[in-house]
């Protein structure tokens, strides 16, 4: 959502659209379980939100030693899950040194999570190895840890889970210290120049692995063979490494343990695919990029168990899509950038089980839609860039679980909007066209349960406003580009659970918008660009406590003025322009 609102068009592969291996949160302590649902936003003490409850005794003694680590030399003596709880709020808030790490020497820690956290190298592994026998998880991603760090932790010999992504100083060499930590479960090593073919032998020791990560690795093509023994491995990643070819799928074929593998953007071919048909548990098969024919499908067909298939653009067209339905167990299939037309959706008409179809930018039209109307569990729709006009959104009508539906870039028009009103479980609405006015907007008003609605670029004036007042449940509304004034913005202010709002591009609007958004007190993200906003109207913005990221480019604004604004009332604010 940049300040001129420009449309990113799917030419790039979306690396946050498929489940990855490996939880960077990977965690087993009980007194630290919250890391694992860190909400988007953390409140910093003297910023918390209005409708927060009264803190614990807990939480304020934790708080405490926070704000007075320098005056404890150790906390050995306490309980272990205090201590973990003090390490980790001193690592959520940016205050852990290595002069305060030495406090929790000896301390039984269980979770150690420093992943990107500056600073770190072999002066902080000493403390963390002195945890023993009690360390069960650790994350040193982005760190200066070489060869040397690594080893200490080979006194920790119940470690189950280890994170070293982006590490830059580990060698191939270093990779033998991971022998003996045989209780290994969860390895990442993304983007690693220590994982090569000769350094993947140090893997073969591990033979309680379930989860291995090693995507963006540039040069472990010939290394797979050492997994052979790795019966136990449920979960390879290996996306984005362009050296795998077939012959390493050859040496992953005796993996029949496998139930997930992600291997796109790598030069496999249809031969590569042929030799997974024996994977038989193989649940998530991601080949998104991959560069295949209709033949891979009879491979694929084979693999029965799968329920998520990803072939976004693998250069496929409809010859062969048939074999696509013998695959009942699928829930979520992604066909985008393909040159598939209406001809291969006939055979997706059997898969009963689907709930998420991609078709993004496919030759579909409006009659295609039709193989779709039986797909009763259907949830999520993706047919932005298609040929699907207002004619075919009536084949949509009877799939009542519906939630979420992107029709950004397609034909069609208001009229066609009337035939998704009594879809009464749609969350989501991508519309993203000129062609939508205030007319479509009244169409929407009785999905009640929306939370997400892109009207971008749509013709939407303040009159159309009027109809977003029964949306109350939204938490993300984008119209950009429109013909808004402040008059307009009197139908938003009201919206209390907006988290997201980009009114970009609407040239008409003035300091007053910001005066009525400013009761909007949940905004994290907030656009309001090529407006006539000035330096005055930013002093409405200090009640939006809860702000991360402010836009206001091309608007009478200066950087200086946001930062005064940061200092003196919103010190969430992390992402700002101008800047």
């Known amino acids: 959502m940049g300040g001129v609102c420009s449309r990113k068009r799917g030419n790039q592969v979306n690396e946050d659209g498929v489940r990855v291996g490996v939880n960077r949160r990977y965690c087993k302590n009980g007194s630290s379980k919250w890391l694992q649902g860190t909400p988007f936003f953390r409140t910093t003490s003297g910023c918390q939100p209005e409708d927060v409850s009264c803190p614990s005794l807990m939480e304020l003694c934790i708080h405490k030693a ?58 902080w592994i000493d403390v963390i190895s002195s945890q023993g026998s009690s360390l069960l998880s650790v ?49 990442s090593f993304r983007r690693s120049v220590a994982v090569t073919a000769e350094g993947m032998r140090a893997f073969s020791s591990l033979v309680n692995l379930h989860e291995l990560d090693l995507e963006r690795c540039s040069g472990i093509h010939g290394g797979f063979i050492h997994l052979k023994g790795l019966k136990k491995l449920k979960t390879l990643n290996i996306r984005y ?72 653009r693998c250069g496929l067209s409809d010859h062969g899509c048939d074999k696509l339905s013998g695959l009942k167990n699928l829930k979520v299939l992604n066909l985008a950038f393909n040159n598939i037309t209406d001809a291969c959706l006939v055979h997706l008409k059997g898969l009963s089980n689907l709930e998420t179809l991609n078709l993004d930018s496919c030759r579909i039209r409006d009659e295609g839609l039709a193989n779709l109307a039986g797909l009763l569990l259907l949830r999520n729709l993706e047919l932005s860039d298609t040929e699907v006009g207002s004619s075919g959104l009536r084949y949509l009508s009877g799939l009542l679980n519906l939630e979420s539906i992107n029709l950004s870039f397609t034909l069609v028009t208001d009229a066609g909007l ?83 709002l980009n009114l970009s591009q609407n040239c008409n609007l003035t300091d007053r918008t910001l005066e009525l958004l400013s009761g909007l007190t949940g905004l994290v993200s907030l656009n309001v660009s090529n407006s006539r906003i000035t330096n005055d109207g930013l002093q409405h913005l200090k009640p939006l406590k809860n702000l991360r990221s402010l836009t206001l480019e091309s608007c009478k604004v200066t950087a200086p003025e946001i930062r005064k604004l940061q200092t003196s009332a919103l010190p969430n604010l992390i992402s700002f322009r101008p800047e």
């Open 241 to 312: 490494c362009k050296c795998v070819t077939d012959s390493d799928m050859q040496a992953l074929s005796e993996l029949s343990n496998l139930k997930e593998l992600q291997v796109s953007c790598s030069s496999i071919t249809d031969a590569g695919v042929a030799y997974l048909k024996g994977l038989q548990n193989l649940i998530l098969l991601n080949l998104e990029g991959c560069q295949l024919s209709a033949a891979c499908l009879n491979s694929i067909s084979a693999l029965v168990a799968l329920s998520y298939l990803n072939l976004s």
């Open 139 to 187: 994350d040193l991603s982005g760190s200066d840890v070489t060869d040397s760090g690594l080893a200490l932790l080979k006194s920790c010999s119940n470690l189950q889970a280890l994170t070293f992504n982006y590490c830059d100083h580990i060698s191939q060499n270093g990779l033998r210290h991971l022998n003996g930590l045989s209780n290994l479960s969860s390895l």
């Open 418 to 500: 009337k035939k998704l009103s009594g879809l009464s479980s749609l969350k989501s609405l991508n519309l993203d066209a000129r062609q939508i006015t205030d007319v479509g907007l009244a169409a929407l008003a009785s999905l009640s349960g929306l939370t997400h609605l892109d009207l971008f670029g749509a013709r939407i004036t303040d009159s159309g406003t009027q109809y977003l007042r029964c949306l109350k449940n939204l938490q993300s509304l984008e119209i950009c580009g429109g013909g808004l004034t402040d008059a307009g913005v009197k139908n938003i202010k009201d919206l209390t659970s907006l988290t997201l």
């Open 66 to 123: 926070r704000q007075d680590i320098d005056k404890y030399s150790s906390f050995s003596v306490l309980p272990r899950d205090i201590s973990q709880q003090i390490f980790d709020e001193l690592v959520l808030s940016n205050c852990l040194t290595e002069t305060s790490l030495e406090a929790f020497r000896d301390c039984a820690l269980q979770d150690i999570y420093l992943g990107d956290y500056l600073g770190v190298d072999d002066g």
